[in-house]
């Protein structure tokens, strides 16, 4: 079985910028930000598993969390390149630039990319209110995985320590003929809004809202299972991240990826 089947994950996020709000979105927005929420402390659980790749004092007290806000209040503006510092497991490190852009791709528009050079391009679109990845090219192994509905990424108005649950249907073509599926499956994702944080990255401090994904689900022949902690804040996107990937391919592929990702800087 070819390793790209295996290897198809589920793509970091940097927030882009949406299609201009409509007057109903704006209110919606003001609604959301009059209500400050709780201050949350950070599960234990949680604090250890992020701890693990982010290090200590990233991640630090917990701030008062309102709902989730609509998609184009955390959007860096269009043409923003953000630089983010990587860490491994093993403690290699290295820098990585996410850039974002209008899709000029027929099949994703309207929307917005977001793109790491020879790594992956996702598609970004808007649905109800909030914000979903609806197709990711992934560059390296070659395919093209598209998702229905798409994977949630910003929830508009869900409140801290409130759930979701979906169910997203699977698609893997090569990207040398897209119309050709050469697998299919499905994954089951809880989205969860922990609480919000003052963070401190390379880039500064911020507040940040912590969100956790559970991915579990199986596409072709892999098993996969992936948690991703995401912290994003107004005006800046994704501010710091780790991923713990785990999918297996009957001995065939197997991958355990645990990275983190902190916000360097903006441009």
């Not at 909030?130 to 929830?155: C, N, S, Y």
């Not at 989205?191 to 912590?210: F, Q």
Request: aromatic letters at 6%; a neutral charge.
């Amino acid at each position: 079985m070819s390793k790209r089947i295996g290897s198809k994950r589920i793509g970091d996020f940097v927030l882009p910028a949406l299609l201009a709000c409509s007057l109903l979105l704006s209110a919606g927005r003001m609604a959301i930000a009059a209500d400050p929420g709780p201050a949350i402390p950070l599960p234990d659980a949680d604090r250890a598993q992020i701890e693990k790749l982010l290090g200590k004092g990233v991640v630090g007290d917990p701030v008062p969390a309102p709902p989730l806000q609509m998609p184009t209040s955390y959007a860096p503006r269009e043409g923003t390149v953000l630089t983010y510092l990587l860490r491994d497991a093993k403690g290699k490190s290295w820098s990585e630039a996410h850039r974002i852009a209008s899709t000029t791709d027929s099949r994703f528009s309207p929307g917005f990319t977001y793109s790491i050079e020879k790594v992956k391009t996702e598609f970004m679109q808007a649905a109800d209110g909030g914000l979903v990845i609806a197709a990711e090219e992934d560059l390296k192994e070659k395919v093209l995985t598209r998702f229905t509905p798409g994977q949630p990424l910003i929830v508009g108005g869900l409140k801290a320590g409130e759930s979701r649950q979906v169910k997203v249907d699977v698609k893997v073509a090569d990207l040398s003929d897209p119309t050709d599926i050469t697998h299919t499956g499905s994954l089951d994702i809880t989205y969860s809004y922990v609480g919000a944080y003052k963070v401190t990255v390379p880039a500064g401090s911020y507040e940040a809202a912590l969100i956790r994904w559970d991915y579990q689900g199986k596409v072709g022949p892999a098993s996969i299972k992936d948690t991703y902690y995401r912290l994003i804040a107004p005006g800046a996107g994704l501010i710091a991240m780790i991923e713990d990937v785990s999918i297996s391919a009957m001995l065939v592929y197997n991958d355990d990826t645990k990275l983190a990702k902190q916000l360097e800087r903006i441009e």
